[in-house]
T-cell receptor, first 117, second 116 residues
Framework: DVKVTQSSRYLVKRTGEKVFLECVQD?????MFWYRQDPGLGLRLIYF???????EKGDIPEGYSVSREKKERFSLILESASTNQTSMYLC????????????????FGPGTRLLVL | AQSVTQPDIHITVSEGASLELRCNYS??????LFWYVQSPGQGLQLLLK??????LVQGIKGFEAEFKRSQSSFNLRKPSVHWSDAAEYFC??????????????FGTGTRLTIIP
């Protein structure tokens, strides 16, 4: 089975702190994604990566950065945490699409619930 | 730009009753459509997906969904719900990103409550 793990289930941080959220997948997937989930807003894509050291902005990248130094690991960084970044953060991975239009399944981790005080 | 609408924020059904969750999408080409389920405190699990071919798709846990191009819909159904089906359900559409890869656009979710 595909396994996507996230370093913490719950985190409490103070405003202005630098926060690292780590995600690891064990299926050799090329693509990795970071979403945030808020009530009434569903899942919104923050950043994704399709290869080591490659990244693309999603729909809401402001206030976030990412790092992908190894294929299996994708980190989300909050340079200076703010209260409006209190949310559930979900990581996902998927294999590369073959032929460009295969719509591969994304596999999700359990999420990290972040509270910024 | 692609988008997904789930018009029902919250649905309550009795155990054993049938279920239909609505999903409408907007996408310029042939869509790739997904339903995911999220149990409380958990990540998302894939229920089923539609890429092409038969418009009635079978998934896990007895769920099915029907793709209707004319209505831009991909509604999720189950003939008889169980208490363990209480969860939040997300519809998503797959769209082309750079380098042939894809990203998903999710709806806002429908929370399902089951009453005895």
């Amino acid at each position: 089975d595909v396994k996507v793990t996230q370093s913490s289930r719950y985190l409490v941080k103070r405003t202005g702190e630098k926060v690292f959220l780590e995600c690891v997948q064990d299926m050799d997937h090329e693509n990795m994604f970071w979403y945030r989930q808020d009530p009434g807003l569903g899942l919104r894509l923050i950043y994704f990566s399709y290869d080591v050291k490659m990244k693309e902005k999603g729909d809401i990248p402001e206030g976030y950065s990412v790092s992908r130094e190894k294929k299996e690991r994708f980190s989300l960084i909050l340079e200076s945490a703010s209260t409006n970044q209190t949310s559930m953060y979900l990581c996902a991975s998927s294999p590369i699409t073959s032929g460009g239009l295969k719509g591969e399944t994304q596999y999700f981790g359990p999420g990290t619930r972040l509270l910024v005080l | 730009a692609q988008s997904v609408t789930q018009p029902d924020i919250h649905i309550t059904v009795s155990e054993g009753a049938s279920l239909e969750l609505r999903c409408n999408y907007s996408y310029g080409a042939t869509p790739y459509l997904f339903w995911y389920v999220q149990s409380p405190g958990q990540g998302l699990q894939l229920l089923l997906k539609y890429f092409s071919g038969d418009t009635l798709v079978q998934g896990i846990k007895g769920f099915e969904a029907e793709f209707k191009r004319s209505q831009s819909s991909f509604n999720l159904r189950k003939p008889s719900v169980h208490w363990s089906d209480a969860a939040e359900y997300f519809c998503a559409v797959g769209g082309r990103a750079n380098f042939g890869n894809e990203k998903l656009t999710f709806g806002t979710g429908t929370r399902l409550t089951i009453i005895p």
